[in-house]
């Protein structure tokens, strides 16, 4: 799968832009670099692009708002590498459209781990199970999730934008209607790691989601909280 996937590095040190692609490329990607929002968008209108490896501190337009500026336009695969450790600058991240984020200075181990981990989901396990599995597709409350294709149908037949977090987020709950899953269940389901003490990774991607396909994300229908346990699918689904 990494010979064919594509990553673009987004960082306005060389240093550090020069490591990753380095280190990427001897991983098997295909590896670009771009130090800034008119050299990205540059690079992503002549060739596709699998995964965006995004710095927030970048001059200019920063990194949130490239951020913005990708999901209004592209469900491109994103982490958020960053050297601000605030956790609402984390949050934030998450809450526009990120699949990840990874803090400077960081080990280049663990970044490639966390590609490898974002273009599984992104791109399916492998190819032989792309081609071979029958296309799967689970309906609940009048909307409609292809699995294999990896798309979400709302009631009025609209196909619905989710990132590869949320895909992953509403697949685990809709393979086990009414079960409560903890957030370190979830954690584990969708990012493959486990939740620091301080991780609001899933109820920020619970929250997106819920403003996508709840009536009134205020008062959640589909994807109730239980208290001190985790989230629970509540809707029947048929399988197709």
Do not use: C
Not at 49 to 64: A, C, S
Not at 103 to 113: I, M, N
Not at 130 to 144: C, I, K, Q, Y
């Amino acid at each position: 799968m990494s010979a064919s996937a594509h990553v673009l590095v987004v960082d306005d040190e060389p240093e550090i832009a020069d490591l990753l692609r380095r280190y990427l490329a001897g991983q098997g990607y295909t590896v670009s670099t771009a130090e800034g929002g008119v050299a990205m968008r540059r690079i992503m209108a002549k060739t596709e692009v699998d995964l965006v490896l995004l710095d927030l501190g970048l001059p200019g337009e920063d990194g949130l708002a490239l951020m913005r500026s990708l999901r209004e336009t592209s469900s491109v695969a994103v982490i958020i590498v960053t050297g601000r450790g605030e956790q609402v600058d984390r949050i934030v991240g998450l809450e526009v459209g990120a699949d990840d984020y990874v803090t400077k200075p960081f080990d280049v181990r663990e970044l490639a781990a966390r590609v490898r981990s974002v273009l599984r989901r992104t791109r399916g396990k492998t190819d032989a199970a792309e081609t071979s599995a029958p296309l799967e597709v689970a309906r609940f409350a009048g909307w409609t999730l292809h699995l294999a294709a990896r798309r979400l149908d709302s009631p009025q037949g609209k196909v619905v934008d989710l990132t590869t977090g949320e895909f992953e987020l509403l697949a685990a709950l809709v393979k086990s209607p009414g079960r409560v899953f903890s957030r370190d269940e979830l954690l584990e389901a969708t990012r493959n790691r486990e939740a620091g003490p301080f991780d609001r990774t899933i109820d920020v991607q619970v929250g997106r989601l819920r403003r996508k396909i709840e009536a009134d994300p205020q008062r959640p229908e589909l994807i109730k909280s239980v208290r001190g346990a985790g989230y629970v699918l509540t809707s029947k689904v048929e399988r197709a």
